[in-house]
DNA sequence: GTCTATACTGAGATAGAC
DNA sequence: GTCTATCTCAGTATAGAC
């Protein structure tokens, strides 16, 4: 693998296990072995670095967001989506950007950040409008903002197990919002509820 | 005001501006104008400065959290909670410390992260206990999760909220989280079944 | 308690040879 | 493209006088 690669790969693990502010090129260095000189060869700026590596990360992260388009029954896949095996303790590589100072105050870093939400908010409010006409959810629920509260419920997921250092609360926040999601089906014609419309 | 506390006060500010690792000795006396000796005369080193300035944004934040506690119907209560006015922008200055690489890997600087949010906790599931026997929530619905999930709700708020430099989708999240909270009644058959607007 | 002076290290580069 | 040398400043203190 080339060098420039190499620095790109280990800044993104760096950025993912300590921040932007936290990781300096010295680190980088010396967990890939690639010289000062190239190192300034490639990249001018610590900065400049950071920025390739912080589009990598979101480019890891989009795929799986994108399960949540893929066919078949809507809720299965928002249950699948939540569920999916996460690092609670490590958290998630681009939101925990949002908390770096110096990401926050550099529209430039900060950028793919958001991108990278927005995008995945279209793919959540995509598949809750289908689970609302597949009547598997409440047709009074808005999808804007319940796309909103599921991403939150992840990025504050990880808050929570890391400040506990163990991932129990992850999995806590995963099931109560299936909880409530279950709950907020809408009501069927059985031998209990009568229907509403 | 003493130097002493003038110094806690200061660094509390930081360290919710800035977390812990990118906030300097240098940036604490700037700030508040406290000389060096001084400094290092009350606070051996920056880490025991920290861990007070800690345990002030910690008790800072308990007492909101206590109005969960309060007299009244607690469905009003979670409302109430999850709505009472925050900065958005600010993001919390509890949670944010778990993102801070030099507090996560010190068990000190953690311990009051990991109480405040514990305690938060018990409020949670005492009013949500509270709400279920006033048949408001479900009874299926578990309140130990649930507690997780509503704190998770508004600390991913602020993630991206901060994402987008915009308060916006901190409260999409909270009126996300109300909608499945409104939905996750339990179900009155007689009655004029809930489709509000 | 507060002040000033000093010290050592690492962050974040730049320069120029190969 | 990569190497080594060098530079400046900030971070994080310590020492000792007042």
Known sequence: MDSRQLLVDTMSELMWERGYADTSPRHVRERCGVGQGSMYHHF????DLALAALERNVADLLPAASELDGPGDPMARIEA??????DALKGCKVGRMTQDPQVREDPVLL????????????????????????????DDLDPEHLAHTLMAVLQG???LAIARQDPGPFDDVRAGVLGLLRAAAPSTPNHKNSRRN
């Open 44 to 47: 001018p700026t610590k900065r």
């Open 81 to 86: 989506y939540l569920m999916r095996p996460r």
């Open 111 to 138: 950028a793919p950040v958001a991108r990278a939400f927005a995008q995945v908010h279209v793919s959540w409010v995509k598949v809750l409008r289908e689970a609302i006409a597949a009547r598997e959810l409440r």
């Open 157 to 159: 997921g990880y808050v």
